[in-house]
């Protein structure tokens, strides 16, 4: 597998809290990695630094070799770099398909020369409503995101995540707040982007049963510290992980 997002004694300190803990990590092409911990355990924060929303204490992120600890988070996305974010990060006023259609026009250059505006602006168009048939959004194409179900909104996120294209998935809890009938379309969207060898998804996840149906790997968070990594079956079978760090949903399981 070749290794396209590695973490070296990455690092953050608010004031004397140490949220995230010399955290070294490889994440490798065609892998699905859930990162779970109990709450406070560092794991959105420790997404943060990946994607650039804070900046490391100390430590490094490298994308597919290339050190980007100093990049802004556009420029990180730029390079490969995609993440949805566990609150919607959406243009409430653009209808859905105009939300997408950027999306996509952000990561594909799009010429500016007359007699091409309309014929890229028709590429963007059909582009857009394909990934909008993916997530079965192209029923509400026209419909303002504000107007939008949380539910609706979620798989609006992971369509705008799509079309980025980006060599790395970054969810976080990615069905927090979804019922039960639309959780299933995000999962099985997953379970698609999984298939793609050539790209590796981090999930920041709660729900055991979604861990186990869809990771590769499993990564444990605790104060900040990276306690376990390894086969699913083995972490959540570990005692200590069991008993110290996921609690009674997890033993349940």
């Given amino acids: ?17 140490v949220a995230v803990d010399g955290v070294s990590c490889t994440f490798r092409a065609g ?7 109990p709450n406070g355990a560092g794991k959105t924060t420790y997404f943060n ?6 900046p490391a204490t100390s430590g490094t992120v490298q ?9 802004s988070p556009s420029d990180r996305c730029r390079r490969g770099l995609g993440r949805a974010f566990q609150l919607t ?21 799009v010429s500016r020369a007359l007699f091409s505006m309309a014929a890229s602006h ?16 192209d029923g509400v194409r026209d419909q303002p995101v504000r107007e939008l179900s949380h539910g609706n909104q979620r798989k609006l996120e992971v369509a705008m995540l799509i079309a980025l294209d980006p060599k790395v998935y970054m969810f976080d809890e990615p069905t927090a707040g979804m019922s039960a009938d639309e959780a299933p379309v995000v999962l099985d969207l997953i379970a698609e982007l999984k298939a793609d060898t ?27 510290a990276l306690v376990a990594d390894g086969d699913p079956a083995d972490v959540i079978a570990s005692d200590v992980v069991q008993e110290a760090y996921m609690g009674k949903e997890l033993a349940d399981v």
């Fill in 63 to 71: 994308l597919m070799g290339e050190d980007i600890g100093r990049l």
């Fill in 31 to 37: 892998e699905l990695t859930a990162i779970v911990g």
């Fill in 1 to 17: 597998m070749t290794d396209l997002l590695q973490t070296t004694d990455l690092t953050v300190r608010f004031g004397g809290h």
């Fill in 198 to 224: 050539d790209r590796t998804i981090l999930l920041v996840e709660h729900k055991m049963d979604v861990i186990r149906t869809l990771a590769d790997r499993i990564i444990v968070l605790h104060n900040g």
């Fill in 49 to 54: 630094l990946i994607s650039g929303q804070i």
């Fill in 89 to 109: 990060n959406l243009f409430p006023g653009l209808t859905v398909l105009e939300n997408v259609r950027l999306a996509i026009q952000a990561h594909r250059p």
């Fill in 122 to 137: 028709t590429a963007l168009t059909t582009e857009a409503m394909s990934v909008l048939e993916r997530v079965r959004l």
